[in-house]
Structures are given as structure tokens and as C-alpha cells.
Nanobody, 126 residues
Framework: QVQLVESGGGSVQAGGSLRLACVAS????????RGWFRQAPGKEREGVAS????????AYSDSVKGRFTISQDSAKNTVSLQMDSLKPEDTAMYYC???????????????????RGQGTQVTVSS
């Protein structure tokens, strides 16, 4: 089964940038949509961004559109999330997830993904 490992979290001041990476192994067609969701303490999970690693446009939540960019490497085993203009409200645990490509346009499905990593903490101070 697919395995996902995140890296790149950390602490930054508001307005700063961070880049998260998610390395996948043992993936199949059924989990070719990769993306990120986040969860802050006391809040529900929120789908952030997704991308179909074999083509198709990326999707973003309204809260990050224009500030975050999801991309993949040519080998298709690493998906990155470039986070710019970070805000304190972006503080959360960020999880990489994989779902069926037919679900890629709806970020909610990422929050329910069976295949997800262990998460990486992002903290933005004001």
C-alpha cells in the first residue's frame, strides 16, 4: 500500500514562507491524487490543495488560494507545497494524503483519506 512521508514543517513569522514535501512509495493508479490537509487544535480538518500526478489542474481552498502552490517532481513520487505569505491562521499540523483521482477536485476527500502521512507541524507567529 502507498506510504507517505512529509517533511519541511517548522516555525516562521507572519509573511514568511515554508515548503513542505511529501514522498510517496508503493503508489498505484487508485491513489494518484495527492494533496494536503491541515488540522489546527480544536478545529476540523481542512483540505488545502490537491494535484493529480498524471495531469489535471491543481485545486486549492479559498483560504490559501494565491498564497500556496502545489507541485510535483518529474518522477511523480514527491509532491511539494510552497507556502508563501503565511498567516498565523495557517498554524496547524499538515498532512499529506492520497486518494483516487476521481476525487481530486473535491478537497474534502483528502480529509477522509485512508492513506496519509504522520503530519508535519507548521507554526506561524504574528
Amino acid at each position: 500500500q502507498v506510504q507517505l512521508v512529509e517533511s519541511g514543517g517548522g516555525s516562521v513569522q507572519a509573511g514568511g514562507s515554508l515548503r513542505l514535501a511529501c514522498v510517496a512509495s508503493h503508489y498505484t493508479y487508485d491513489n494518484n491524487c495527492r494533496g494536503w490537509f491541515r488540522q489546527a487544535p480544536g478545529k476540523e480538518r481542512e483540505g488545502v490543495a490537491s494535484i493529480n500526478i498524471f495531469g489535471g489542474s491543481a485545486a486549492y481552498s479559498d483560504s490559501v488560494k494565491g498564497r500556496f502552490t502545489i507541485s510535483q517532481d518529474s518522477a511523480k513520487n514527491t509532491v511539494s507545497l510552497q507556502m508563501d505569505s503565511l498567516k498565523p491562521e495557517d498554524t496547524a499540523m499538515y498532512y499529506c494524503a492520497a486518494v483516487h483521482p476521481s476525487l481530486c477536485g473535491n478537497l474534502h476527500y483528502l480529509t477522509q483519506a485512508v492513506y496519509r502521512g504522520q503530519g508535519t507541524q507548521v507554526t506561524v507567529s504574528s
